[in-house]
């Protein structure tokens, strides 16, 4: 009893709720959102605290041991976005999982996996998930970086060119689930100083991966690039093959890959940093490029003048339908172009932008306001829906030249296209201290709707439309994730009906690496 009343008192002293504050009502919330405040009897003591502070840090919201009103505004939003009844989401996905989703799930996951390469490696890629081999599990590219800095003394970017050639090379690897667990391969000839834009995709009954090889090593306009591949994979008795059917013909430094096919074509979509056109093929190593390809496998060209914002950089292109009228828009994630010293913008406005209908039409809808204004660099841009809900959003950096400071700083911004792209409130914030990617849009099996996931952050994040048309930033509880650097490369894998993360850290300088594979959600 006297340790009780100790610990009572010891827990009042560092927290306190408002007197208009109906506590039962806090705690019945609590329950119906199912966390565990004790017995609804209206004292605020350990438990109902302890269970606010989940909550809250849940969400991102500071909370600092003082509950007032607007503790209880905050609490009744969740709870009117969330949830009326609780319904353990475990217990209902183990009620419907199968013996194979067991198997799948006990062989899959929380599992941590280590290979080896040649040389030293820096900046590691989750590139692209999908299924390859048809068993119910993701399997999953990853692309590297060599670290220069062992190799020449010289960090990257900073390499100059005629150094280049001196850098021995790293392939990318192909994860894939086999009947003994997963397995690690290198993907022939995608030896590359840096490589960190992928995409699978489906066609005419085949799968494709479109490797967009970067290579970018040095100061700008001092980067040669280096040639992109498209591979057709077979599968044979478990194991996965890759078969190189084109190359491109000239250099190019990849920072995005996007793919859309229609009844007769596929279009892919690379992004090399190119500003005002896109043409039919490489003129230098940071033309934008447009390939479509027929189900005969043939590769031709497309030429589409004015289609990018001029004098910048766009990281990130999305080819999308985002207003369901069967024509191809483009999203831009866009880099405001600056002297090297950061002094001078040359870009005509900052910010980054859509075009409707991109492959007959010019005109850009600016994407207002710029989360970093005159110093915005979109890094990565998505599109999630949620019943009638449509929301674009922009994950961004701000950049204050690569002589004058690089890039700071970690925002999302939301824009909603059935409301003249009006910007949209956002719950949370991303848990990274540098640019993010919105790496890939996921359907999460229970929670029913397209959520995107954050690739390069401290732990691993989802970002999800609200009732009431916002959008919330949660971080996921998930157990088995690598903490072991500032950031990891983080991706969605389904396992079966399980949905977990492959995580790895981003900057692990060693030529063992390792990653880990999560608990379900």
Known sequence: ?????????????????????????????????????????????PKTEGEIYSLFSKFNKIYDGEFGVKEMTILEDFHSNYSSKCVSIKNKRDNELTSKDRQLIKKFTNKTLTFSTNHIATGIHLM??????????????????????????????????????????????IVYSH??????????????????????????????????KNGEMGLPKQNPGEKSLLYKINVSKEKIYFKKIWEADKPTITASISTFAVDEFVYILESNYGSRNIVQRPVNPNTTVLYKMDKEETITGVNLLDRLKPKSADNMLKMVDYDDDGKIDLLAANEVWKTLNGKKILSPWAGSYLVDNFLFRKAKIKLDPPSFEKDHAGMSIALIRDEDKTIILEAATSFLGHQGGGFKGA?????????????????????????????????????????????????????????????DIINMPIKNYDSSHKFSSIIPLNVGKCVAFATMGNRQKSKKLSFKISSCL
């Open 1 to 45: 009893i006297m340790i009780f009343l100790i610990c009572t008192f010891f827990w009042s002293a560092l927290a306190s709720v408002e007197n208009r504050i109906n506590v039962e009502r806090v705690q019945t919330i609590l329950k119906e959102l199912c966390y565990n405040p004790g017995p609804i009897d209206g004292v605020w003591g």
């Open 128 to 173: 692209d998930s999908a299924d390859i081999n048809k068993d119910g599990v993701d399997d999953f590219i990853i692309g590297l970086q060599v670290d220069s800095f062992a190799q020449l003394g010289i960090e990257c970017c900073k390499v100059p060119k005629e150094r280049l050639k001196e850098i021995k090379q790293l392939s990318s690897y």
């Open 179 to 212: 009947s003994d667990g997963f397995k690690i391969e290198k993907i022939p000839e995608s030896e590359s100083l840096r490589t960190w834009a992928a995409e699978f995709f489906f066609f005419n009954g085949n799968t494709y991966l479109y490797l967009g």
């Open 411 to 471: 925002k999302l911004s939301a824009y909603d296209p059935k409301n003249n792209f009006s910007s949209v409130a956002i719950t949370g914030r991303l848990n990274s201290k540098k640019g993010s990617h919105l790496k890939k849009i996921h359907v999460f099996p229970h929670f029913g709707s397209e959520k995107a996931t954050i690739n390069y952050s401290n732990t691993p994040q989802v970002i999800s439309i609200k009732e009431n048309g916002g959008v």
